[in-house]
C-alpha cells in the first residue's frame, strides 16, 4: 500500500501551544520520512525529516516522534507560533527510489 | 525556492485546448518533478525525470505528458485540457535519491 494517511485535516491553536499532527503508513519499505511546510501562495519547504533507525528528532521548536512498529510518525510543534500557521506535509519515500509519496495535508492556524 | 521559475504563474483556458507548463531551474538538479495539489487530496505526482530526456510516469499521469530537452527545462503538456485538471501545479527539483525536493512557486490552472 503506497498511501500515507494524515490526520487532521485542520487544526487551530492558541499561540504558545502544542500543535501535533499526524502520520500513518502500511508500506514497511518506507524508510524516509520528510515534513514539508506551506505558506500561502509559496512552493512547500523542507521543514524536518527523519529516518526509522531513530525515534526521535528535535531541530528548534520542531520535533518528530517515530514509532516505527505502529507504522506512524508525528510532528510536535511546542510553542506555536502566528507565523506557523501554515499547510503541513508529511511524505515517505523508499530506499532506491527518487519519489515521495505525500500525505494529504494539514492546515494549521495558530491563533494570536 | 532553490532557482526554481514557473511560466506561466496563472492560467485560465477551455476545454480541449493544449496547454504547456514551464518549469526552469538554475541549480542543475539531476531530478525533476511535477505535482498538482489539489484540496483533500495534498500533492500529487504527475510525471518525473532524472536526466535529459529520462522520464517516469506518477501516480496521476493520464492526460498529461513530459519533455526535457536540457537539464534546466521540464515542460508539463495536457494535449487537450479538461476541467478536473483545474488545479495549482508545483515543479520541484532535487540531487537524487531521498534527497531534499526544492519547490517552485507554482501555476494556478483553471479549465473553464
Known amino acids: 500500500q503506497q498511501q500515507v494517511k494524515q490526520s487532521p485535516q485542520s487544526l487551530i491553536v492558541q499561540k504558545g501551544g502544542i500543535s501535533i499532527i499526524n502520520c500513518a503508513y502500511e508500506?514497511?519499505?518506507?524508510?524516509?520520512f520528510p515534513w514539508y511546510q506551506q505558506f500561502p501562495g509559496k512552493g512547500p519547504a523542507l521543514l524536518i525529516a527523519?529516518?526509522?533507525?531513530?525515534s526521535e528528532k528535535k531541530e528548534g521548536r520542531f520535533t518528530i516522534s517515530f514509532n516505527k512498529s505502529a507504522k506512524q510518525f508525528s510532528l510536535h510543534i511546542m510553542d506555536s507560533q502566528p507565523g506557523d500557521s501554515a499547510t503541513y506535509f508529511c511524505a515517505a519515500s523508499m530506499k532506491g527510489t527518487y519519489k515521495y509519496i505525500f500525505g494529504t495535508g494539514t492546515r494549521l492556524k495558530v491563533l494570536a | 525556492d532553490a532557482g526554481i521559475t514557473q511560466s506561466p504563474r496563472h492560467k485560465v483556458t477551455e476545454t480541449g485546448t493544449p496547454v504547456t507548463l514551464r518549469c526552469h531551474q538554475t541549480?542543475?538538479?539531476?531530478?525533476m518533478y511535477w505535482y498538482r495539489q489539489d484540496p483533500g487530496h495534498g500533492l500529487r505526482l504527475i510525471h518525473y525525470s532524472y536526466g535529459v530526456k529520462d522520464t517516469d510516469k506518477g501516480e496521476v499521469s493520464d492526460g498529461y505528458s513530459v519533455s526535457r530537452s536540457k537539464t534546466e527545462d521540464f515542460l508539463l503538456t495536457l494535449e487537450s485540457a479538461t476541467s478536473s485538471q483545474t488545479s495549482v501545479y508545483f515543479c520541484?527539483?532535487?540531487?537524487?535519491?531521498?534527497?531534499?525536493?526544492?519547490f517552485g512557486p507554482g501555476t494556478r490552472l483553471t479549465v473553464l
Open positions: 541549480e542543475n538538479h539531476r531530478y
Open positions: 520541484a527539483t532535487g540531487r537524487g535519491g531521498q534527497d531534499e525536493q526544492f
Open positions: 508500506n514497511t519499505a518506507f524508510d524516509y
Open positions: 527523519i529516518r526509522p533507525d531513530v
